[in-house]
Each structure stands twice: as structure tokens, then as C-alpha cells.
């Protein structure tokens, strides 16, 4: 008896519906009602399972007149392919109720600075709201290989680069120049951009994660960008220290509105050069499909903006 080969391709559609008329024929005890159960007509149930048979190169049923019943052989073939079909049957349900149920695991890439100021707070409430969610986040200064590391879902601070990702932008957020009170009544308030490359003025540069290089000083005003060059001996990647040197008062840094909010609100951080108002820095989530993201990735999308100003 020859029921499945491994190395052939024998689970196609017509057997797929072959096994699935087989099941309903058990359950109703004959070929009628399991037409009926199926919505298909007593000749569309026959030929089902006449594929089926000649797939398998076996007789499934003995019938008469009077009743349907198993073969030896058909009794065998159901009972090794039931469990499948109940198994093939609860996974379907499963990947369906995925779709609309936030639960399952979730891997999330994220900036550290936005998981330790922006996420982190909230993230207790959130998880408590979605009970059968098990939370991995992973805060890494790089976005590296989204797809290649396991991740479903990433939230990155700057211009993602060129690639397949799905990129949507969450926000644009003000980029500041701040320094302490303290500071500025010890070396002055700078009037100009310029004034900041004067030897008067410590600046705290901060490393690009994905050049490796300072980023540049910029300031934006009604379309025009002016660039300077300011002096400073530190260079710095991570924002929790890039914040403790700034409230030291040790010297000026250029900071994203988002990170230090807070902290101009209680004063301990000033902005200066507020006539340059314009420029801009982004904030991202990238994702690998736009077909149909599953529910756990669109709620932890909505809770992330839901933490956006």
C-alpha cells in the first residue's frame, strides 16, 4: 500500500480538498450530508475522493445501497492523517486570531535613548494591557540586519538607510542647542552660530552611529543651513552620558527636543540660538512587510506614538 512518499510533492490543493471531504463523509456517516455540510453536490463529494483514492492507490470506502464505511486500508490512512488535519485545523485558527490577537512574541530594535526615556516608563502599563505579549527589546546603537537578527520591528532616531524595509516616519523632532544656567553665566550666551567656535565655548560633540563621525553642527533658518565648527574635546555615543556631562555644566550641546524636554521644562537645560528654529531630526519605525502587520506589531506602534508629543 502506497499512502505517502517523501520525496514527492502529494500535498497539493485537490488532495488538501480530498482529505478534508474524508473527514466530513466520517463525521456525517455518508456522502449526502457531508455534500450538504461542504455545500457541494453528491457527484463533486464523489469525485473528491475518487482523486484522493487514485492519489493514494487505495480504496477509502466500502458502499453500499444502505451505508458508507472504512476500508481496512482507509481506516488505516484516516487514523495516521487525523491528527494532522486537527493540527492543520487549530494552526489556521491560530494564525488567524494572531491577526487580531496581541500576543506571541515580539522583537523589537529600538534607539537606547528612546527606550530609556521614552519607552521605559510606560512600558509596564503597556505590557499589563496585553497580558499574552512576551516582550523582547533590544536597544543597540546600530539597526543592523532587521530581518537576519529575528526582528519584527524596529525604532530608530535619523534617516534609515536605502533598503527593502518598510520605513514610517513617527515624528520630527526640534534639535536644540543647550547648555546649563551655570554655564552660560561662566562663558556667555552666543549670539551667532559662529560664536561657538570661539575658545570662550566647550562643546560636547556627539558620534553619528552609522558614520562613526561627529555630527555636524548645524543650524536652519528659513531655508538656509549654516554650518560651524565648533571646538571640543570630547566625543560622546550615548545619551545618558551626554546628559550627565551637560547638567556637570562642563559645556554646550546640540540634543534632540524629544530627549531633554524635561529637563528645559524644570530649567536645568537652556536653549540658546533660538532664532535658528528650523532643523529637524526623525524618528522611524522600519518593519520588514506592509502586508497585513500582525496585531502585536500594530499595538506596540500605536503605544509608541501614544508617547510622542
Known amino acids: 500500500m502506497h499512502i505517502i512518499d517523501d520525496s ?108 530609556r526615556l521614552l519607552l521605559g516608563p510606560k512600558l509596564g502599563s503597556f505590557l499589563k494591557q496585553h497580558p499574552e505579549l512576551d516582550l523582547d527589546l533590544m536597544a543597540r546603537d546600530q539597526l543592523g540586519d532587521l530581518v537576519a537578527d529575528g526582528f519584527d520591528l524596529a525604532i530608530r532616531l535619523g534617516q534609515p538607510p536605502a533598503s527593502s524595509l518598510i520605513a514610517r516616519k513617527l515624528l520630527d523632532t526640534r534639535v536644540l542647542t543647550v547648555a546649563t544656567p551655570g554655564y552660560l553665566r561662566r562663558h556667555g550666551v552666543p549670539k551667532k552660530p559662529a560664536d561657538l567656535e570661539s ?69 536645568a537645560l537652556v536653549p540658546v540660538l533660538t532664532a535658528w528654529p528650523d532643523e529637524r531630526f526623525p524618528l522611524y519605525a522600519l518593519y520588514p512587510s506592509r502586508h497585513h502587520p500582525p496585531a502585536k506589531t500594530q499595538a506596540f506602534l500605536a503605544f509608541v506614538q501614544s508617547l510622542l508629543p
Open 199 to 267: 575658545p570662550e565655548h566647550v562643546c560636547i560633540h556627539f558620534r553619528n552611529p552609522l558614520t562613526g563621525r561627529p555630527f555636524d553642527w548645524e543650524f536652519h533658518r528659513g531655508g538656509k543651513v549654516t554650518i560651524v565648527h565648533p571646538r571640543g574635546p570630547i566625543t560622546l555615543n550615548d545619551g545618558g552620558t551626554m546628559e550627565s556631562v551637560l547638567l556637570s555644566g562642563y559645556g554646550m550641546a546640540q540634543v534632540i527636543d524629544l530627549a531633554v524636554e524635561p529637563l528645559l521644562r524644570s530649567g
Open 8 to 115: 514527492e510533492a502529494w500535498m497539493d490543493e485537490r488532495v488538501l480538498n480530498g482529505m478534508r471531504v474524508l473527514q466530513a463523509i466520517i463525521d456525517s456517516g455518508s456522502f449526502v450530508r457531508a455534500g450538504e455540510a461542504l455545500e457541494m453536490s453528491q457527484s463533486g463529494v464523489s469525485r473528491a475522493i475518487a482523486r484522493l483514492e487514485a492519489r493514494l492507490n487505495i480504496r477509502l470506502f466500502d458502499r453500499t445501497t444502505r451505508q458508507v464505511a472504512l476500508t481496512d486500508e482507509g481506516r488505516r490512512f484516516y487514523a495516521q492523517v487525523n491528527p494532522l488535519l486537527a493540527g492543520l485545523e487549530e494552526a489556521v485558527a491560530s494564525a488567524a486570531q494572531g491577526a487580531v490577537v496581541v500576543r506571541g512574541k515580539l522583537r523589537v530594535n529600538i534607539d537606547p535613548l528612546l527606550a
